[in-house]
C-alpha cells in the first residue's frame, strides 16, 4: 500500500484523534515504508499512541475494517488524495 493511502486511511480512522493523527503523519513523513505491510503501519501507529499515553483501542479494531477500507476507496473516488495532501501541508 503506498504512503498516501496509508496516510487517507490513517486520516479517516476513528478513534485516532487529531494528536494521533498528527503523530502518525509526522512517523510516515520521515519513515521509508516501501518493505512495510498494513499490518506493521498499524502496530507501529499503535506503539506510538501508546507512548505517547493516547488511547489506541478504537484505532486498533477500525484501521483494518472492510468499513473503513469503504471509506478509502470512496475517499479516493472523490479525489481524497487531493484533500489529504491539503490536510497534510496544513499541519
Not at 7 to 12: E, P, Q
Not at 19 to 48: H, P, S
Not at 79 to 85: A, E, K, Y
Request: hydrophobic residues 40%; glycine residues 6%; proline residues 1%.
Amino acid at each position: 500500500m503506498d504512503k498516501r493511502t496509508l496516510l487517507l486511511r490513517i486520516k479517516l480512522c476513528p478513534g485516532i484523534g487529531l494528536k494521533g493523527e498528527n503523530l502518525a503523519y509526522q512517523w510516515l513523513k520521515n519513515e521509508n515504508i516501501g518493505n512495510l505491510d498494513i499490518e506493521e503501519v498499524q502496530a507501529m501507529t499503535i506503539n506510538l499512541l501508546r507512548e505517547h499515553h493516547l488511547n489506541y483501542q478504537k484505532f486498533a479494531v477500525s484501521f483494518l475494517s472492510r468499513d473503513l477500507n469503504i471509506m478509502v476507496n470512496q475517499a479516493m473516488r472523490k479525489n481524497g488524495l487531493q484533500f489529504l495532501m491539503t490536510s497534510i501541508q496544513n499541519n
